[in-house]
């Protein structure tokens, strides 16, 4: 028996592993922004038991449920574990889309919470203002995961004893349910789970196990268990992360040696289609020894296909490996032997439809269809055939999947009338069709009506609730079922809805409309049809239950569903833009359901999410044979962008369908350089060469003067006279005048001076000054893709551009804009206007460069904006700053307010005797919760600023121009 197994808790089997190999890998989490944040047995450890203390001193009791709705990564494990240390018993939720709607998904969480008492719910910092207002109400205390993650505790406290008997935590069955189903296993059955599992899978501390699944789902929370326990490191990344670059899992498994992997079916086919050999360059996945296929309906071409265009790289069909499971029994119930490949059944289709046995029949005729085996059961797990009188059947024989085990749950949670039929002798009924062949279970159907979209499980009460809430009085029958979709290799999401009163066709699409989006806000899929049809459509049982299975049936002999074999690749150069715009068309009508798709609409915003939109990209490569990149189709989802990447034009262009080269990549070219000085010669004339001399003086001169010994009388008594009453204003007068000198020449440094080391600023202009950049919360803030406002100190351009260049090197965003002073924005033939006409063009020229903005920020970019701080006809906010009255612009805040971005304020200090310069970009300002009106938000979001350049002038009053100083003392 392994060691592992004589531990009582989850707890035990963690700590046994630290104590074995304290320094030794426990995880790799493959970051969203490229970095690897290796974690170590013994950190993870100080990390979980630190977050027990926390919740516990903020009184989570043993016993009490504590929901997660936080975001992939090492903070909800951390949290997840904390909860299992403390005694409580957590439950990781469905992740929220950043930039979808928050009131949806609290919704979706108080429901859950609601369904199982939760007594306290972990979630993110963007969202605890708005969880905490909805499920305060119920007694149910909201923690941000900083709260449990960061932050002093108190080690004297004692955590309560766990033992083997105790809950240890709880899954949702599908979480996608008005009525979520719950249930709950105790440390002793989960360790008896993954010891069960190991040997069917025989793992052992030399595996490395590589995953992308979310932690939500049973496959992903359960594997990572295991591999924490018998294996020997766990490399994850976040399925968004995945979704977007799928080769970075075939790269970890090569970088890592990496040994084990679980997907679902539709994975395999995403992994054929999205990876480049480009991409793949270097990659071995020799040591690639489990590829499990598992959580939804097996397709056996998917397999073959993902085994024959990787093997290239070293991957060997022998390891791919099948599995049956459910959360009901933890995770698994039955897997293939390890190295033996899959192996096929290949059963007649009319003796399954005619006489409902597995009768063989010759490989690949006409009449024959190829079951995947699922292997043998985990050891302890027992497996029968039955068949509606609870009957065992012989072999080959199909009826509904049994199993009984010593790990099955007990009942779902708060559900005991529906538990007593749930179970008969200890028998638990699974739901499933399938046949036994000498031990070897084969799954051929389904009898219960789950819909399982890209691995998770969708009940259809929950769609068809949906659309009757949407049509009220209008809503007859309707059937919700899944349609299996080869190209993508899972099922897709069907509505069939019947009409009472028949709608005229406006009224009905924005029914559909409203139904689509509300399906992927609460459940997070997108319908792949939503099909009205009349009175009496809709097939029922002979009890007047809606029969799901006969309606899907239904549904595809009268030709609703799309048939591909009729499909044939033709060449975008061969076509007109206007024929290539009308089959791009027809593709975002028929996968989204929709009507009237006009060429600037966005796929994702009429409903299309990350599935969907897999499907449409897979549906263009077959049509035009042309490969369009996930990241060219999500910064422009739309009709038209994708005509111009398809069309002849693009095509010649070797460019298309990549991203563009940034253009701050060359920008400081000769050519460039050339251009720029001609420019300003035609321009200006002779006037604009005197000015670009001036300015070149104004860069060089400071620069010259700063290690010069008699550059204090020559810069003058009188300006530090000034700078002393500017410091005693702000009451931080300077120590030392010769500090204050060198303050007062580094805040002169050009504002076209450029980096060339992470640590030097370019000899020529500040010779050996240093640079410490910690942009860590603007990484974290554009990961999320809705986008970034930078605030500096107010009008100090060279502050701008330095952060700026920082950005640009570090983040390379896909979009960037700079909205400078707006009052020097004036065109020279408005000199000569009235000083109101002036004001309005003014005012219409910032909004101009704001509306640019909110277009950059909803593509998820960069925007650095200086709000304004000096009356005229500003429409913002007056406040007291240092003595003064001031007034400052609002545009930062409508944009972050409209957009959903973060506001991102950028500090940067000045150490003179150390001839340091530090750039920080500080938390983001809070821009208020949903509830509050506009104009507080806008208000709290001003005086947030405000008290952030308050702060910034005062502890580093060096870096304030003369000319600012002067305006502000009179």
Known sequence: MSA????????????????????GPAFVFLTADGQEQEVSNEQFYRDLRGCAFRLADRGIQPGEIILLALDHGYDLLICFWGAVYCGAIPSVLTYWRFGSEKDAYVRKVGNMAAAVRAQAVITLRDLHVEMNTALSKRGCRVFASEEATTGLFDQNRTLPELNAEQIALMQFTSGTTSAPKAIQFSHRAVLDHVLASARAYQINKECVYVSWLPFYHDMGLIGHIRALIHGGMLVCMSPQKWIGQPELLLQAVSRYRGTMTNMPNFAFDYCVQRIRDEELAGVDLSSWRILSNGSEYIMLESMQRFGKRFSQYGFTMDALAVGYGMAENVMGVSATIPGEGVKIDWISTEGITTLNRAMPDIPYSA???????????YPGVELAILDEEWEKLPDRQIGEIAIRTNTLFQGYYLSQDENEELFHQGWFRTGDMGYLVAGELYVCGRKK???????????????????????????????????????????TAVLILEQKNPLDPAQQDVLIAKIRKQVLDELDIALSDVRLVPKGWVVKTTSGKIARDANRKKYIQEGFHLQKDDKVEVLSGEMTREQIQKIVTHLFEEILGAKDIGPKDDFLKLGGDSLSALRLLLEIEQRFGKDISAAAFFQHPTVESLVVLLSCESSHDKSAGKEATPWWNAKYGLHHKVKSRLSILFRGGLKGVITSI????????????????WAKPVLGRKRVRLMRRFHRLLEN??????????????????????????QEFSDRWLRQWSLDADLTTLQEAYRKGTGVILVCWHSHFWINRLVKEFTLELLRPNAYSYIGRWRQSLPESAKALPV??????????????????????????????????YGGSSLGLSVSFHGRRRSFRGGFAELAIETGADVIPVSLDIDACKRKLTITSLKPLDVGGYGMPHVDRVEGLLRQYVAYFKQQWACCPGLVPSGRMR???G
């Open 694 to 709: 001036r300015l070149k003086l104004a860069e060089m001169i400071p620069a010259w003067l700063f290690d010069k010994k």
């Open 967 to 969: 305006k502000h003392i």
């Open 449 to 491: 009506d789950l819909i399982i979209v890209g691995g998770r499980n969708i009940q259809p009460q929950a769609i068809e609730r949906i659309a009757s809430d949407v049509f009220g009085g209008h809503a007859g029958l309707s059937a919700a079922f899944g349609v299996i979709n080869a190209s993508v290799g899972t099922e």
């Open 733 to 758: 007068p300077m120590q030392n005048e010769e500090d204050f000198m060198q303050c007062a020449l580094a805040c002169h440094v050009p504002y076209s001076i450029r980096k060339k080391s992470p």
């Open 4 to 23: 592992v197994a004589i531990n009582n808790t989850l707890i035990d089997a963690i700590s046994s592993r630290v104590k074995q190999d304290p320094q």
């Open 836 to 869: 109101v006409e002036k004001e309005r063009l003014r005012v219409m020229l910032y909004l101009d460069q704001l509306m640019k903005a909110k277009s950059i920020l909803t593509k998820g970019g960069i925007i650095s904006i200086l709000p304004d701080g």
């Open 367 to 377: 009449d024959a269809r190829a079951i995947a085996s699922c292997g043998y059961p």
